[in-house]
């Protein structure tokens, strides 16, 4: 599904992503760790495609696709969606007709019809209920005064409507306390499947105990240093990122 | 002969065959007079700094219409609101239009001045308030005293609550090359009435075309006026828009000018109060682009206690557009307890987009609440691409978020079919359809 090859990346002229290699399947979920600065983020905004982050050696291809050309909402038309670490307040567009134009906009990019009122709605209230969103939290300003549990509810109500085929969750554990890193968790599980990649980044190894990974990448310096199964996220709990850096 | 000649010149002619009162004739002698002595402003007076008057005083205006051209419904249609059930008084080329018009003098009069002026039963009524709160010392404003004939009168007596809002929309065929229109609208809305009102100058052609309006409103005791002016002309008309706004006790008078279109656009906007307890709201979304330039003057005159003002303005500079906010408030050393708010908030879409803006605050009471901010930025990046992350592409994201900037002006107005208009034209000014309304 995807498949990233000796990956090189700058902004503002500054190398951030120094020859990452990465290849995902349908089905999977790859969890990125690192220290503060490794990265991971960067990596995620090259993939979702932030055109002031230049790709400038290597390939990334998406369903045997490049993309390195396309613009953000061209990917998301794709199938690729980004559950940022500080989701943006938009005052003035309630959480509803945000995912509404999200939508119609991305069928428009398939060149499908707008989806039907009463199908939107039956929709919106299904996925509202999987992450426990009740009816007025839809009629707020999209992000506007929530707080991080609910911003990161709503990324992942987002990524549910939107059923992307790769999904890049940012540090979606940070500001959650563990009530709601487990609605969280919950629902992002309940989206996995067959068809679907999802890409975890994070900082510790705590939401890895809920969203299990099938491999685990540490990071550093723009580089994927060591890569393993989901006992590798443990080690590093235990160990620390000093382990890594020592060994290399 | 340049303008300011030419206009003093034809002003010699039209007072032989004009029919005015012996008090109108004096009013309007002496607003030439000052006309004629100040001449147009020019850049050296702090008012006009920023706004250059230079291409619109070297155009060689026509004062009065020679020819006139019929228009029909639809012509015209688009420019009127017909979701909503209204009292229209329409004008073409300066001319009363009674077949795109509906007025009343059933427990009120919703006419046109030129009736109000030389009919004897409204005499007291034009002695009293005519040029009664206008600036008589403004240039632009006694050239339009001079000139002024026509235009909108509504008299609403006292506790009433008008049920239909009141259209006042002025067009302008082209068929007079350069014309130059001087529209007098005089609003007086008696004690506890409330009225809504809806102001709108059209061009319909690409012919240059320099509107001088002057507006009188006067707002007594307990009465509301809710007044919004549609600023969305053709790149060849100019507008300059003055409004003087007169309060008694406990009134309330809110003023929304959205400015989408025309080449030039000035507004001067006061409010003066008279009493206590006095409410005035004034909101504004400014969009433009290309060579557009859009000025707000503002002025809240603070002359008793226990009063408020609200001012929030909303500027979107696209291409080489130019904005002006000046916001003048004036707190005299009787009006304790004002509270005076002023926010003028502005993006800018382009390099070569300018805006200049400016509180002006002089206050001579010690216990009040001013606070005023102003702020010049960017659309945010960072929201760009999250919504492109959700698939929303650039231009749409843009158009979401300009309309997210604005929204807050838009929550305030109070007729949905305007509310409905103003949301349209600024989708389509961004080029966008958005499923939804704000």
Avoid at chain 1, 10 to 37: C, R, S, T, W, Y
Avoid at chain 1, 192 to 204: F, G, L, P
Avoid at chain 1, 220 to 245: F, M, P, R, T
Avoid at chain 2, 171 to 190: A, K, Y
Wanted: hydrophobic fraction near 35%.
């Amino acid at each position: 599904m995807l498949s990233i090859d000796n990956l090189h990346a700058q902004v503002e002229g500054k190398g951030i992503l120094n020859g990452i290699n990465l290849d995902i399947k349908p089905g999977e979920v790859h969890a990125i760790m690192g220290p503060n600065g490794s990265g991971k983020s960067t990596l995620s905004t090259v993939i979702a495609g932030h055109e002031d982050y230049e790709v400038t050696k290597g390939s990334l291809l998406y369903q045997g696709v490049d993309i390195s050309d396309l613009s953000a909402d061209e990917r998301a038309h794709l199938g690729i969606f980004l559950s940022f670490q500080y989701p943006v307040e938009i005052p003035g567009v309630t959480v509803t007709n945000f995912i509404k134009t999200a939508i119609n906009e991305t069928r428009k990019g398939q060149g499908l019809e707008e989806m039907p009122a009463n199908v939107m709605l039956k929709k919106i209230k299904e996925k509202a209920k999987l992450l426990s969103i009740d009816t007025q939290f839809l009629s707020r300003s999209l992000n506007e005064g929530f707080s991080g549990g609910e911003k990161k509810r709503n990324e992942i109500f987002q990524m549910a409507m939107l059923e992307p085929k790769l999904a890049i969750l940012d540090e979606t554990d940070s500001g959650l306390d563990i009530d709601a890193m487990r609605v969280v968790a919950n629902g992002v599980n309940t989206l996995r499947n067959d068809e679907n990649a999802i890409i975890v980044i994070t900082h510790y190894q705590r939401l890895l105990d809920y969203i299990v990974p099938d491999f685990v990448h540490v990071l550093h310096e723009g580089k994927i240093v060591k890569s393993g199964g989901k006992e590798l996220a443990i080690e590093l709990e235990e160990k620390g990122y000093d382990w890594i850096k020592q060994a290399i | 002969m340049d303008l300011q000649e030419k206009l003093v010149a034809s002003y010699m002619a039209q007072t032989s065959t004009s029919e005015d009162s012996k008090r109108m004739a004096k009013l309007r002698s002496t607003a030439i007079e000052t006309f004629e002595q100040q001449g147009f402003p020019n850049k050296k007076m702090e008012e006009w700094k920023y706004t250059p008057l230079n291409k619109l005083v070297k155009t060689d205006y026509t004062v009065f219409p020679k020819k006139i051209k019929n228009v029909t419904l639809t012509d015209v249609q688009r420019f009127i609101l017909h979701d909503v059930d209204t009292y229209k008084i329409v004008f073409v080329d300066g001319v009363y239009s009674s077949f795109l018009s509906e007025t009343t003098h059933e427990g009120m009069d919703v006419c046109l001045l030129s009736a109000a002026l030389s009919q004897p039963k409204f005499r007291k009524v034009i002695e009293q308030y005519f040029d009664a709160v206008a600036d008589s010392e403004d240039s632009f404003t006694a050239l339009n005293t001079a000139f002024g004939r026509e235009g909108a009168f509504v008299h609403i007596p006292k506790k009433k609550r008008v049920e239909k809002p009141i259209q006042i929309i002025h067009f302008s065929t082209g068929v007079n090359q350069n014309l130059m229109l001087q529209p007098r609208n005089l609003v007086v809305v008696e004690a506890q009435s409330e009225v809504q009102i809806i102001e709108r100058h059209q061009s319909l052609s690409d012919t240059a075309v320099l509107t001088n309006v002057v507006t009188e409103i006067f707002t007594h005791k307990g009465a509301q006026v809710d007044y919004y002016k549609i600023q969305n002309d053709r790149e060849e008309a100019s507008l300059v828009d003055s409004t003087y706004i007169h309060q008694e006790k406990h009134s309330h008078a809110k003023v929304h000018t959205f400015s989408f279109g025309g080449q030039f656009i000035r507004n001067n906007l006061h409010f003066y109060h008279k009493d206590q307890a006095i409410q005035s709201t004034m909101k504004g979304i400014t969009l433009v682009e290309g060579k557009q330039l859009v000025d707000h003057h503002t002025l809240v005159h603070h002359a008793h206690p226990n009063s408020e003002s609200h001012q929030e303005y909303k500027g979107i500079y696209d291409g080489q557009s130019t904005g002006v906010f000046n916001g003048k408030i004036v707190v005299e050393q009787e009006a304790q307890k004002t509270n005076a708010f002023q926010q003028n908030n502005n993006i800018l879409m382009s390099d070569k987009a300018t805006i200049n803006t400016k509180p002006q605050l002089e206050i001579f009471a010690d216990d009040v609440r001013c606070s005023h901010g102003c702020t010049i930025g960017q659309l945010d990046e960072t929201a760009l691409f999250y919504l492109q992350t959700r698939g929303i592409p650039k231009k749409e994201a843009r158009a979401l978020l300009t309309y997210a900037f604005a929204n807050n002006v838009l929550a305030s107005v109070n007729i949905p079919a305007v509310k409905a208009r103003i949301n349209t034209l600024i989708a389509k000014k961004l080029g966008v359809h958005l499923g939804f309304n704000l």
